[in-house]
């Protein structure tokens, strides 16, 4: 069975940093992209990165240049570093394993999500 | 504000009937396969359907998906108090650099 656990979600200031860990069980993670999705209060769905089987990344917009998403394949655990937070990224962020095909992905299994609450 | 468009919200009585559409265009619905999740506050999101109509394993058959040109379309029949939830389309849009987009979101409500 497939088993993703986050953590790492916290309180920081703006301007901080912070690493999401995100820890796979039951299939390996150098063998299939990974995600993070987000979810800001009150708000819908938000994808954030994506860490593809080659190791490349992907990542929006609203993120590019400040996070940074890697894999241990070792600990079959993916990251999101997280730097210069700004108050808009306040939110619980998911990891998820990804199924793709024909150019399109589906998020098959996420994990229960951490929060991070970005506040002076 | 998404490239899907979603109704806010949504709500039917226990044991009917309810849709829930996705409208976008061909960069997105119209040339690629969308998927659904459901999301209960505080709970991880879960996949209802992939490749516009596949259900996984797991997944009851009162849940289905349908797509039709650059729309599509989430029924879900026989309500129950547990479907109570939010629901999310999903799918690649080619003209952005973004690996999935995902809809606002519904908010089903059973009355």
């Known amino acids: 069975e497939v088993h993703l656990v986050e953590i790492g979600g916290g309180l920081i200031q703006p301007g901080g940093s912070l690493r999401l860990s995100c820890a796979g069980s039951?299939?390996?993670?150098?063998?299939?992209?990974m995600s993070w999705v987000r979810q800001a209060p009150g708000k819908g769905l938000e994808w954030v990165s994506v860490?593809?089987?080659?190791?490349?990344?992907l990542y929006a917009d609203s993120v590019k240049g400040r996070f940074t998403i890697s894999r241990d394949t070792s600990k079959n655990t993916i990251y999101l570093q997280m730097n210069s937070l700004r108050a808009e990224d306040t939110a619980v962020y998911y990891c998820?394993?990804?199924?793709?095909?024909?150019?399109?992905?589906?998020?098959?299994?996420w994990g229960q999500g951490t929060l991070v609450t970005v506040s002076s | 504000q998404s490239v899907l468009t979603q109704p806010p919200s949504v709500s039917a009585a226990l044991g009917q009937k309810v849709t829930i559409s996705c409208s976008g265009s061909?960069?997105?619905?119209?040339?690629?396969?969308v998927s659904w999740y459901q999301h209960l506050p505080g709970t991880a999101p879960k996949l209802l359907i992939y490749?516009?109509?596949k259900r996984p394993s797991g997944i009851p058959d009162r849940f289905s998906g349908s797509k039709s040109g650059t729309s599509a379309t989430l029924g879900i029949t026989r309500l129950q108090t547990g479907d109570e939830a939010d629901y999310y389309c999903?799918?690649?849009?080619?003209?952005?650099?973004?690996?999935?987009?995902f809809g606002g979101g519904t908010k089903l409500t059973v009355l």
């Open positions: 998820a394993r990804d199924t793709c095909h024909d150019g399109t992905c589906y998020q098959d299994s």
């Open positions: 039951g299939f390996s993670v150098s063998n299939t992209y």
């Open positions: 860490i593809y089987s080659d190791g490349s990344p």
């Open positions: 061909r960069s997105n619905i119209g040339n690629n396969f």
């Open positions: 490749d516009n109509n």
């Open positions: 999903a799918t690649w849009d080619s003209s952005l650099s973004a690996h999935v987009v």
